[in-house]
């Protein structure tokens, strides 16, 4: 699963913010990952609970991220800026946000209602490709579980109902794994965009940023943190799918 940005966006006493956060984040997702789901079946004229190929569930994925991309700009502009105010404060001697809100007004201020989805681009490469990734990975790994039980029960019919919490919580694991080495550069890179005004005074594109950081640290420049974000990223997913499962088998009809 992706980085939950939300989590990190207002530093309240507690965990109600991040979890909140959290909780929006995912509805959003799976909300907008079973909405295309319909709608490839209602473009293939099939019923809305028929069992997509996996090329489709991907695409479905990919359309759910591209839909939570525009959400999570803003999002994640807000929250890196204001995790560098200690090292803006010892560049240029003073803070330039005090708060998520002085971050929104100062960029619309500056640069219009678009400056807030400067790294959009990124942002929208991470979560198109790095959602389907996330759901091709977990519904690969399902139907592997599924198919596994179907020989062992010696069962004609075996759905994900069936899959133990185990299963749900490996295939949910391998799910974020994906999800990171999807591409995990274009999150580096959009990182950087959002926050090179704030640190340098500078604003380049994407593709510049990208140059920039091949020149002065190869290949290796893109994965920083990678093994780190890999390895927090499996528990988290785990528990996220395992929770959307546990829902729709007592609420879904």
Known sequence: MPEIALKKLFKLKG?????YGSIFENAV???????FQNQINNFNDRPKDNELSLPNLC???ALSGATISFIMTPVELIKCNLQVQDLAKVNQGKLK???????????LKEKGF??????QVGTLMREAVGNAAWFGAYETACAGFIKRKKYLNKSSYVSKKDLSNGELMAAGALAGMSYQAAFFPADVVKSRQQTQEV????????VQISKDLFKEQGIKGFFRGFTLTILRSAPTSACIFWSFETLKRNFAH
């Open 114 to 119: 678009t400056g807030l989805f400067q790294g």
């Open 59 to 61: 695409l479905a994925g």
């Open 199 to 206: 640190l340098t005074g500078v604003n380049k594109s994407f």
């Open 29 to 35: 997702i799976f909300a907008s990952y079973t909405f």
């Open 97 to 107: 946000y005090s708060g998520p809100v002085a971050v929104i007004f100062s960029t």
């Open 15 to 19: 965990l109600a913010s991040p979890l």
